[in-house]
């Protein structure tokens, strides 16, 4: 095995759960994905040298072998969905991104431009935006809004959140984790799932705290800062559900 240590893969496993999850939109599946991957990568003879990389071509190719065609019809590709997330939510360059959806870099980063042009026409939804910061707010709301999103509502504590969310009733949720005085978003996100059920994107500074695969826990994790387009795939994601397993 070349260059693989053991906390080279742990410090790995919390990003190939965040690529997962986003990739199937569940965690139980994405976690399933990465468990199957990560035993693969720990057999013998196998020959290893970044293991970021390895787990992404790991759940990658699983879960090619396991897709249906279900969720292709709003716009995008497997593959194209792939090449999005590995460069925009997982900061992978698109010459490493290539082969793991097995193509070469030219037509990658032919079918990575098209792929982004084709977010714009997703299917807009209403959004609920919990965040107590309220420049960072403003900053989210116009993100959002430039993603074609509509924002019904903007939060800073859990009871705003799920009063929004009882008028409202949002199809996507985007929550801060750390509400301050407010309170805790996942705590707003749980009570708000009690009555209504949409999608939820947690935008945390520490996503490898809340992907540990040991409780239940987002399916969709964006880091903070991020760009715009980061934005732009995960809402997309969340959305539409992303490409289910058969």
């Keep these: 095995m070349i260059g693989l240590r053991r906390e080279d893969l742990m410090r790995a496993l919390p990003y190939a759960r965040r690529y997962a999850r986003a990739l199937t939109g569940a965690q139980s599946i994405g976690d399933s994905l990465v468990a199957e991957s990560l035993r693969e990568i720990m057999a013998p003879a196998t020959a290893v040298e970044d293991a970021r990389l390895a787990l992404y071509e ?28 590995l460069t925009a939510l997982e900061e992978v360059r698109v ?43 403003m900053d989210i709301e116009e993100l959002v809004e430039g993603c074609g999103h509509r924002v019904v509502g903007v939060a800073a504590t859990e009871g705003e959140a799920l009063a929004i969310a009882r008028r409202e009733r949002p199809g996507l949720i985007l929550a801060d984790i750390n509400l301050g ?11 708000i799932l009690q009555h209504h059920q949409a999608p939820v994107i947690f935008v945390t500074a520490y996503p490898e705290r809340l992907l540990t695969g040991e409780t239940v826990e987002p399916a969709f994790v964006i880091t903070k800062p991020f760009e715009p387009v980061t934005l732009a795939i995960a809402t997309y994601q969340a959305v539409t559900g992303g490409v289910r397993l058969g």
């Design 95 to 137: 010459e490493d991104a290539a082969p793991i959806v097995s193509m070469s870099v030219d037509i990658a980063a032919e079918q990575l431009e098209r792929a982004r042009e084709r977010l714009r026409e997703a299917a807009a939804t209403d959004v609920l935006i919990i965040e107590d910061e309220p420049i960072i707010a």
């Design 58 to 85: 790991h759940v990658t190719r699983r879960y090619n072998g396991m897709a249906t065609a279900a969720g292709q019809a709003s716009g995008l590709s497997s593959q194209q969905r792939q090449l999005l997330l």
């Design 181 to 191: 005085a407010g309170g805790d978003g996942t705590s707003a996100v749980a009570r």
